[in-house]
């Protein structure tokens, strides 16, 4: 099995940057599709964005589409999210998980592995 380790978080103003990375061990990236989750406090885990096994694939919430980009470097074992003009709203803790399927499912009960998460705060 995978093991998946989540960093690149911290307390951000909107508009700015961050780039999360997911380092996974035990087992290749290229072995699965890979998706970020994230959840925030009183509310449920929901995807943010995924990559496909078979061709990289990527697939985004409305949410976030034009400002996160997925992204796997399968030499690093290593998967990331970029994350551009980011907002109140994006405030969350974010996870990273593996899918046995390879298909990028947005639905979180699809992904077997999961990292612990790392915390993102957007406030001025």
């Known amino acids: 099995q995978v093991q998946l380790i989540e960093s690149g978080g911290g307390l951000v103003q909107p508009g700015d940057s961050l780039r999360l990375s997911c380092a996974a061990s035990g087992r290749t990236i290229s072995s699965y599709a890979m998706g970020w989750f994230r959840q925030a406090p009183g509310k449920e885990r929901e995807f943010v964005a995924s990559?496909?096994?078979?061709?990289?694939?990527?697939y985004y919430a409305e949410s976030v589409k034009g400002r996160f980009t997925i992204s796997r470097d399968n030499a690093k074992n290593t998967v990331y999210l970029q994350m551009n003009s980011l907002k109140p709203e994006d405030t969350a803790v974010y996870f990273c998980?593996?899918?046995?399927?390879?298909?990028?499912?947005?639905?979180?009960?699809?992904?077997?592995?999961w990292g612990q998460g790392t915390q993102v705060t957007v406030s001025s």
């Open positions: 998980a593996a899918e046995t399927n390879g298909l990028g499912s947005p639905r979180a009960e699809m992904y077997a592995y």
């Open positions: 990559i496909r096994r078979s061709d990289g694939r990527t």
